[in-house]
């Protein structure tokens, strides 16, 4: 008997062998059949769709859960356009938290509407003795007060008090770490939202160090979270690169450098596991930091990378030898040079045919590299809505040219590039189809058209955040196509984005998710 089957609906399995059916079985959380093969077949629960869409649950292959979490319930000064605004959320922040010392944790800031940085003298006005640590939107940069600048090392640099890429990082070391506990319920927040917007599984881009990790033991919330049967997506977990140390492995292991006990990509089940090593190359547009190879437009700045390019590299081949999946952060074309140079090398070394490296965001790509990405079969995880909400400060800043090569569709999959789609949550709106109707339209918030060349249809867009997030994170046996013998993840739609215009694709009803064949709720799994 099965446990459940869904019929009366249009059901899009982004599986070739069957691609719409009417009818799906479910039994112990696995899709069974489809169509006449469970049609007459007993069920405990029969759900009647009344002719609502069904689509494999969406994968956001690229999120920052706790981040999402934490900022879920911090104050937040992103609606300010004026200083004095920030400064009177700041100091409202400062006056309910704790005891002078203390840290306040403000988000939201991001320079570009209010035309310029906050200094630390300003915030020092309003911090009444608290460390006061203004995280940037992008995730790149912070702005604080002098309490925090007294504690960095000499030589730190700072833009009187906007502190970026490793700069943050400083700082933030003198914050960490957060209690697995406040950890854990961050992420149950976020996974929340994820749900609702259709999302079943998702990666979590870097945990453990890096710009954004929350604590050394960082793993250990997620498995807290299992283990209260309070995780209620799937969940695939990056290690930042400088969890990687040097290690006494034996010598014909190769291992330069390995996590703790040699764990490394797939270690876990298809709940909670290891997935790629997050290695960042380099910052980000919002906060003119991607390493550009000529300078953003009307200056002389090009952006940075995170270190010196050469101990990039050999962070990258290293993570290869020791048989890491490899997450490379590269926005700018200047640090896609860097990982694309740096993984050949890698591959050179010691071939792995199937390693199915990533670079994540891939946002600002020559014509020149997109032969170079199929050539070493490395995917584009990209961040659609980026240019959504970003594209018109984007395009500016790169230019008439440039602007054609940001975060591409088209060119990825004419050069057979497998193009994953993702969020970045929170930098940006995580909601899927928000970004499938992007993806198709290539228009920002204002309208502005933005790469319309680099538009893709609404079936490859799908196939973005399905079966080509599977692959990317390696779960294509599991998830990814409503197929049978795979697990029952799922999304049921108020109407078919295939059918709709797409400027009505990102308004479409998210009517229920299920995962494992039940259906999702705030607490956890049915």
Not at 112 to 121: D, P
Not at 161 to 186: C, K, S, V
């Amino acid at each position: 008997m099965l446990c459940s089957r869904l019929t009366n609906a249009t059901i899009v399995t982004m599986d070739p062998d069957h691609p719409v059916a009417r009818d799906l079985g479910i039994w112990r959380g696995r899709i069974v059949g489809l169509d006449e093969a469970v049609t007459s077949l007993p069920a405990r629960e029969v759900v009647d769709l009344q002719g609502a869409t069904v689509l494999p649950g969406f994968i956001d292959a690229h999120v920052h859960l706790a981040w999402t979490g934490l900022k879920q319930v911090a104050p937040s000064v992103a609606p300010c356009e004026r200083a004095e605004e920030v400064l009177a959320v700041v100091a409202g922040a400062a006056s309910r938290t704790g005891a002078p010392g203390d840290w306040v944790d403000v988000m939201g800031y991001d320079q570009r509407a209010l035309g310029r940085h906050l200094t630390a003298a300003e915030l020092d006005t309003v911090s009444h003795g608290r460390k006061v640590f203004l995280m940037h939107d992008s995730g790149h940069g912070c702005v604080v007060n002098s309490a925090v600048l007294d504690l960095l090392p000499a030589g730190v640099r700072h833009q009187d008090g906007f502190l970026a890429e490793g700069a943050m990082t400083a700082a933030r070391r003198h914050r960490l770490p957060y209690a697995q506990a406040e950890i854990a319920d961050a992420v149950a927040r976020a996974a929340r939202t994820c749900l609702a917007e259709g999302v079943t599984a998702v990666a979590e881009a870097g945990i453990g160090g890096g710009l954004l990790g929350h604590s050394p033991v960082e793993l250990g919330a997620y498995q807290l979270l299992r283990d209260q049967g309070r995780l209620p997506l799937r969940v695939q977990l990056m290690a930042a690169g400088d969890t990687l140390r040097p290690r006494d492995a034996h010598r014909e292991d190769g291992l330069p450098r390995a996590l703790d006990l040699g764990m490394r990509t797939g270690f876990g089940d298809d709940w909670l596991s290891l997935g790629a090593l997050k290695i960042y190359t380099d910052g980000g547009m919002m906060a003119r930091t991607a390493a550009l190879t000529a300078p953003y437009e009307g200056t002389h700045e090009t952006g940075r990378l995170q270190d010196d390019p050469g101990l990039l590299a050999q962070l990258v081949v290293d993570g290869h030898l020791a048989g890491w999946q490899l997450a490379v952060h590269a926005i700018g074309d200047r640090a896609v040079d860097l990982a694309l140079d740096a993984l050949e090398r890698a591959q050179r070394l010691r071939p792995r045919p199937d390693a199915r490296h990533r670079i994540e965001h891939a946002g600002l790509v020559r014509p020149d590299q997109l032969p170079r990405f199929a050539r070493l079969g490395v995917s584009a995880v990209v961040q659609p809505t980026f240019l959504h909400a970003f594209g018109d400060d984007y395009a500016d800043v790169m230019g008439a040219e440039r602007a054609a090569w940001m975060y591409r569709g088209r060119g990825f999959l004419d050069h057979g590039v497998t193009l994953v789609g993702s969020s970045d949550r929170p930098v940006a709106d995580g909601a899927p189809l928000r970004a499938v109707q992007f993806m198709v339209e290539r228009a920002s918030g204002s309208g502005r058209a933005v790469g319309p060349a680099e538009a893709v249809t609404v079936e490859e867009a799908l196939h973005a955040y399905t079966v080509a997030g599977a692959y990317a994170c390696r779960w294509e046996e599991s998830v990814g196509s409503l197929t049978p013998g795979k697990r029952a993840d799922l999304v049921v739609l108020g109407d078919d984005p295939r059918r709709v215009e797409p400027s009505r694709i990102g308004g479409i009803d998210v009517v229920a998710t299920f995962v494992d064949g039940r259906e999702a709720t705030g607490a956890g799994r049915l």
